[in-house]
């Protein structure tokens, strides 16, 4: 069975992500590793542990990650984000706190690299935030590149501009050398990027279906993600729904065939006046091994489909 790792800013659509793996039987969510983004890290840790509760999916570990960049000594949460996101991160829904703790005997660094030691090929990796901690494990045990299944990342923009400047997408923004390190690593990549997730969207129709199920978990999820869609018609009224980030990155783990996809090595801009921007690297433009496979095109109707049922069953 496919092992997966969700790397995470809990964040709303982290929550949707989490909770369309959960739904995923033929998946094994074997633990969580926290980072900074939508959160300061350890209101993500709160969340995790919190959501994965609720869930009913008390086994599922989490890990304490990178509170901050690579190249920075802190981290503040943006205004932007948490309009988008609430300020406790899952659009001010209260639910409560887990008993549990984070897991204390490894860090997320270290957790990602035992499990490609232990599961290499079977096990893929998928970063919805910044891409701090697997950078620093690709810096701590470069080989792991060459050792792991896929790092299914949600970030970056190919074919159609950022959302927090006209180059750059919100995660690669937070921490530009980390995406770049991965991109250059060798290891095995898919980016789902704007160009796919901002044709995946929900509405308050969907919502009202979660709603009417009834129980806790599916009343906080549609809840939440109202504060979502109406954080959306002040910043993207042009859409007519919420982009779902996050979940298509966790369904493209499931199921690589939901998206087509473009061979490139990529990078990422790290200097001014555009960094952040993801882009085709021209030094490796005509190296004929391409490491990283970028969606273009998605399946939204199947997408959807799997969407509503797997969240709902959860
Ligand atoms: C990405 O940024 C974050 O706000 C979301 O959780 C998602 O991962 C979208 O650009
Ligand atoms: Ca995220």
Redesign the pocket.
């Known amino acids: 069975m496919k092992k997966i790792i969700l790397d995470?800013?809990?964040?709303?659509?982290?929550t949707l992500?989490i909770s369309y793996i959960l739904g995923s039987p033929e998946v094994e969510l074997i633990g969580i590793t926290s980072t900074y983004?939508?959160v300061l890290l350890d209101q993500g840790i709160r969340n995790d542990l919190a959501v994965t509760d609720l869930l009913g999916h008390p086994e599922v570990p989490v890990y304490r990650g990178e509170p901050h960049s690579l190249e920075t000594d802190s981290f503040a949460v943006s205004d932007i984000?948490a309009f988008?996101?609430g300020k406790n991160g899952i659009g001010d829904v209260d639910i409560p706190d887990s008993p549990r703790k984070v897991e204390n005997d490894m860090n997320a660094v270290d957790f990602i690299i035992a499990s490609v030691k232990k599961y290499g090929k079977d096990l893929t990796f998928v970063p919805?935030?910044p891409e701090t901690n697997i950078a620093k494990a690709l810096q701590k045990a470069p080989e792991i590149k060459d050792e792991i299944g896929n790092i299914v990342i949600?970030?970056g923009a190919l074919t159609v501009c950022?959302?927090?400047s006209p180059w750059a997408?919100?995660?690669i923004s937070q921490d530009p050398e980390a995406c770049d390190i991965l991109f250059r690593s060798g290891a095995p990549v898919t980016m789902v990027?704007?160009d796919v997730?901002l044709q995946t969207l929900m509405t308050y129709k969907d919502s009202e279906q979660w709603r009417r199920i009834g129980t806790p978990a599916a009343k906080f999820l549609a809840d939440m993600v109202d504060f979502y869609i109406k954080a959306y018609e002040t910043t993207s009224p042009h859409l007519g729904g919420c982009?779902l980030?996050?979940p298509l990155?966790a369904a493209v783990a499931v199921d690589p065939t939901l998206i087509t996809t473009l061979p490139i090595n990529m990078q990422v801009d790290t200097e001014e006046p555009t960094r952040g921007r993801t882009i085709g690297d021209n030094a490796r433009l005509n190296d004929p091994a391409k490491t990283v496979k970028v969606a273009v095109g998605v399946d939204k109707e199947r997408f959807l489909n799997e969407f509503m049922t797997r969240i709902g069953n959860v």
Not at 8 to 14: C, E, F, K
């Open positions: 995470l800013d809990t964040g709303i659509d982290d992500a983004g939508n984000s988008i996101h919805t935030g949600m970030g950022g959302n927090v997408e919100a995660n990027g704007l997730t982009g980030h996050d990155a």
